[in-house]
């Protein structure tokens, strides 16, 4: 099993509505989770991070973690054709350094 | 937003020629990775440290090396140069104590 996987998509959502994304961690990673954003041909740029338990919200963007369930996920809300994107979900690993898993392409239709 | 910098951006080069990607940031981070990532693929680290003088493998074995002589500098050297290794690599920094990391523009790298 991978240490951290992700759906890979393609996800399509129409502009204005709830995009959902989620992420599944085996018990070599830790309880610190990041989501990145990486538009096509471009580095990835950090969006949320989450280290306990329940939701965290930032402006759009809603990270919720279960410890429980071992998932991750991601909400983003009104979501915008600029939004279109992939998201890649990372958490600590077993070397103690970040495992990121595939990454999820996101496709805002307009 | 982060002070991570690149060079170069793009390269070409032939088979068997030495190259260094060039990876420098402002931020004082002790931390600082490189990754390989080809196109619609997940990241893989190739390359960490934790501050001068300290250099570690990632979990993607890889034929090149790296230096970190100074803090603000962690240079990537390929000897010689292969088609395999043609791909994308992100030069990432991150605090002491923290596990946030800040990617930079990343270089693309075609060896012919």
């Known amino acids: 099993q991978k240490e951290v996987e992700q759906n890979s998509g393609p996800l399509s959502v129409p502009e204005g509505a709830i995009a959902s994304l989620n992420c599944t961690y085996s018990d070599r990673v830790s309880q610190s989770f990041f989501w990145y954003r990486q538009y096509s041909g471009k580095s990835p740029e950090l969006i949320m991070s989450?280290?306990?338990?329940g939701d965290k919200e930032d402006g759009r963007f809603t990270a919720q973690l279960n410890k429980a369930s071992q998932y991750v996920s991601l909400l983003i809300r009104d979501s915008q054709p600029s939004d279109s994107a992939t998201y890649l979900c990372a958490g600590r690993g077993s070397a103690r350094q970040l495992t990121f898993g595939s990454g999820t392409q996101l496709t805002v239709l307009p | 937003e982060a002070d991570i910098y690149q060079t170069p951006r793009y390269l070409v080069i032939g088979t068997g020629k030495k190259i260094t990607l060039e990876c420098s940031q402002t931020m004082g981070h002790d931390k600082m990775y490189w990754y390989q990532q080809d196109p619609g693929m997940e990241l893989h680290l190739i390359h960490y440290s934790y501050g001068v003088n300290s250099t570690e493998k990632g979990d993607l074995s890889s034929e090149s090396t790296v230096s970190r002589i100074r803090t603000e500098h962690f240079p990537l050297t390929l000897e010689s140069a292969r088609p395999s290794h043609t791909s994308q690599y992100l030069c990432?920094?991150?605090?002491?104590?923290?596990?946030?990391?800040?990617f930079g523009p990343g270089t693309r790298l075609l060896v012919l």
């Open positions: 990432a920094s991150g605090l002491a104590g923290q596990e946030t990391q800040y």
């Open positions: 989450i280290y306990s338990n």
